[in-house]
Nanobody, 122 residues
């Protein structure tokens, strides 16, 4: 069984910073891409940023220049450093990982964390 556990959310004033952490644990053979998505009330879940095992990154236009995604492959972890936060960044942030398990080493599966709330006050 695989688990993704997020931490680091909270309440912050506009212009402030937060750092999210997601750690994957369990029966993992290899992890391909890891990323962060967010979902605001009444809106669809959207990609914030993702990163491949090789370190290539991709960001939503709305967060470019303000957010930085990184990962520690040895720890099966992904981070999201968020700076210059805006009220419109308020959402539940979900960790996502595409990974292989020992029982299915050739078939990737997608896993999600439980989400962490980020609230930015104006």
């Amino acid at each position: 069984q695989v688990q993704l556990v997020e931490s680091g959310g909270g309440l912050v004033q506009a212009g402030g910073s937060l750092r999210l952490l997601c750690a994957a644990s369990g029966s993992i053979f290899a992890i391909n891409a890891m990323g962060w998505y967010r979902q605001a009330p009444g809106k669809q879940r959207e990609l914030v940023a993702d990163i491949t095992s090789g370190g290539s990154t991709n960001y939503a236009d709305s967060v470019k220049g303000r957010f930085t995604i990184s990962r520690d492959n040895a720890k099966n972890s992904v981070y999201l450093q968020m700076s210059s936060l805006k009220p419109e960044d308020t959402a539940v942030y979900y960790c996502n990982a595409v990974l292989y398990t020992p029982t299915m080493p050739l078939r990737p599966r997608e896993y999600w964390g439980q989400g962490t709330q980020v609230t930015v006050s104006s």
